[in-house]
C-alpha cells in the first residue's frame, strides 16, 4: 500500500513564496510520475503540476506556470511543489498524488493514490 504525506502548507501573503512537500511510501516512488493539485469548496480538484519519473519533464498548468515548480528527490520519495509569486487565488488545499504506471496526465483519474492534502492560504 502506498501512503502520501503532504507538509509544508500554511499562510503566507500574496507575493509570498512557500514550498509543499510530499513524502512517499514504497520501494518503487522512482518508477511513478507525480503530480499536485488542488482544491475549493465548491469546485473540482483542479491539476496544478506533473513531473516524470526520473523528473526528466514538467507539466503545469497556464495558471501557475512561470511561478510554481516541481521537483523530486527520487533517493527520499519526496516530491516537491515551490510556490513563488503567491496570489490569492492560489488559496486551496493542496493534494499530491501518484500517476498510474505509464502515465503522467492532467486527470485526476489518471492518478491511483493521493495524499491526505495541506491548507494553503494566501492573504491580500
Known amino acids: 500500500q502506498v501512503q502520501l504525506v503532504e507538509s509544508g502548507g500554511g499562510l503566507v501573503q500574496a507575493g509570498g513564496s512557500l514550498r509543499v512537500s510530499c513524502a512517499a511510501s514504497?520501494?518503487?516512488?522512482?518508477?511513478?510520475?507525480m503530480g499536485w493539485f488542488r482544491q475549493t469548496p465548491g469546485k473540482e480538484r483542479e491539476f496544478v503540476a506533473s513531473?516524470?519519473?526520473?523528473?526528466?519533464?514538467?507539466y503545469y498548468a497556464d495558471s501557475v506556470k512561470g511561478r510554481f515548480t516541481i521537483s523530486r528527490d527520487n533517493a527520499k520519495n519526496t516530491v516537491f511543489l515551490q510556490m513563488n509569486s503567491l496570489k490569492p487565488e492560489d488559496t486551496a488545499i493542496y493534494y499530491c498524488?501518484?500517476?498510474?504506471?505509464?502515465?503522467?496526465?492532467?486527470?485526476?483519474?489518471?492518478?491511483?493514490?493521493w495524499g491526505q492534502g495541506t491548507q494553503v492560504t494566501v492573504s491580500s
Open positions: 513531473i516524470t519519473w526520473g523528473g526528466g519533464s514538467t
Open positions: 498524488a501518484r500517476a498510474k504506471l505509464g502515465r503522467v496526465g492532467r486527470l485526476p483519474l489518471e492518478y491511483d493514490y
Open positions: 514504497g520501494r518503487t516512488f522512482s518508477s511513478y510520475a
